[in-house]
Structures are given as structure tokens and as C-alpha cells.
Antibody, heavy 117, light 111 residues
Framework: EVQLVESGGGLVQPGGSLRLSCAAS????????MHWVRQAPGKGLEYVSAISSNGNNTYYANSVKGRFTISRDNSKNTLYLQMGSLRAEDMAVYYC??????????WGQGTLVTVSS | DVVMTQSPLSLPVTLGQPASISCRSS???????????LNWFQQRPGQSPRRLIYKVSNRDSGVPDRFSGSGSGTDFTLKISRVEAEDVGLYYC????????FGQGTRLEIK
């Protein structure tokens, strides 16, 4: 069974940092590009960042470019999102998702990031 | 960016009746391989999204056959032939051909 389990969310002050993790199991993690998608409270889904299967290529939405860093450790089957200079508008549930041919075939359960003083 | 526009944004439906959600894109997004990477996701209350349909009309494993996807060009539709209580939630279209963009979401509720 495919599982994606996010962790690392929590309360952080504006301007602060947080690192999210996504532990994958049940599929060949190293063969898949992985993405982070977020959902602000009561809002829709928004692509945040992507990383290629081998980690050599990374991509970011304009809204987080320069502040967030995506990475992965294929030996640990884990995806990361290092978030810095956090703003109120970054508050959201962050989902990791496996990406294949223009689609997300599996999603995690999400982890909530709250940005507030 | 390709903008995806869903309608309606709220969809009250009587149990057992059909439902239809439209997704229109600001431009066509056929990939160089000839495929149109248009997806539909369901998000039940309190849950993470789940893919229902990929490449316009391909149903995922385990998705009931009352769900179907169709369309081409800039006009796509998700249809539910007979709505059941478990279908309540949000539905999103997403194109994955030119970047990745989601529609605003359609909230399906039981009337």
C-alpha cells in the first residue's frame, strides 16, 4: 500500500522557518518526481514546489521562490521542504504528492503550518 | 499561465440524481505527445485529495464507474451519473501540461 506521511508542521512566527518532511513507502520512491501542494484554510489547491526523481532539478511557484527549498533523500525515501521567511499567506495544509505524467497519483494526509505571532 | 475555471462553484444535488461539473481552460493544453493532461480530484470533508480521473477520461482504480470525464480543447466535464452520500465534498480539475494549475473547486452537497 502506498503511503505518504507528512510531518513537521506547527506554529511559527512571521519571518520564521520550518522544515516539513514526507516519508514515502509502498512504491519505488526514487523513480518518481515529488511535489508539495498547499491549501490555505477554506481555499483551493496551490502547487508549491517540485523535485525530479534524482533530485537534480527543482522548481518553485513564484510565491515561494527564494524562500523555500525542496530536497529529497532517496536512501531514506523522504521528501523535504525547508521553508523560510514565512508569511501569513503561507499558512496552509501542506501536502506531498507523487507526480507522474502531468498528474498526482498519490497524496499524503497533509501537515498544517500556522504562521502567527 | 493556463487558468482553469470551474462551474458551478456550489452544486446541490438530490441523492440518486446526476451531477455535472464544468472546467474551462484559458487556452488549449495538448502536450507534444498528443495527450491532454487534464485531471479531476475529489476531496471529501477532512480528507486529502484523491485522484478520480486522469488524461481527461481515464478513471483511477477503485473509482466507481458512476464517475466519468470527458472533453477536449478548452472544455472539460466531470459527470456523476447518480450521486451518493459519499460523493459530498470538493472537486478540482487540474491541468498538468503547461505548468500545473488547479480550478477553484466545486463544492458538491446533498440537497
Amino acid at each position: 500500500e502506498v503511503q505518504l506521511v507528512e510531518s513537521g508542521g506547527g506554529l511559527v512566527q512571521p519571518g520564521g522557518s520550518l522544515r516539513l518532511s514526507c516519508a514515502a513507502s509502498g512504491f519505488t520512491f526514487s523513480s518518481y518526481a515529488m511535489h508539495w501542494v498547499r491549501q490555505a484554510p477554506g481555499k483551493g489547491l496551490e502547487y508549491v514546489s517540485a523535485i525530479s526523481s534524482n533530485g537534480n532539478n527543482t522548481y518553485y511557484a513564484n510565491s515561494v521562490k527564494g524562500r523555500f527549498t525542496i530536497s529529497r533523500d532517496n536512501s531514506k525515501n523522504t521528501l523535504y521542504l525547508q521553508m523560510g521567511s514565512l508569511r501569513a499567506e503561507d499558512m496552509a495544509v501542506y501536502y506531498c504528492a507523487s507526480y507522474v505524467w502531468g498528474s498526482y497519483n498519490y497524496w499524503g494526509q497533509g501537515t498544517l503550518v500556522t504562521v502567527s505571532s | 499561465d493556463v487558468v482553469m475555471t470551474q462551474s458551478p462553484l456550489s452544486l446541490p444535488v438530490t441523492l440518486g440524481q446526476p451531477a455535472s461539473i464544468s472546467c474551462r481552460s484559458s487556452q488549449s493544453f495538448v502536450y507534444s505527445d498528443g495527450n491532454t493532461y487534464l485531471n479531476w480530484f475529489q476531496q471529501r470533508p477532512g480528507q486529502s485529495p484523491r485522484r478520480l480521473i486522469y488524461k481527461v477520461s481515464n478513471r483511477d482504480s477503485g473509482v466507481p464507474d458512476r464517475f466519468s470525464g470527458s472533453g477536449s480543447g478548452t472544455d472539460f466535464t466531470l459527470k456523476i451519473s447518480r450521486v451518493e452520500a459519499e460523493d459530498v465534498g470538493l472537486y478540482y480539475c487540474m491541468q498538468g501540461t503547461q505548468g500545473l494549475t488547479f480550478g477553484q473547486g466545486t463544492r458538491l452537497e446533498i440537497k
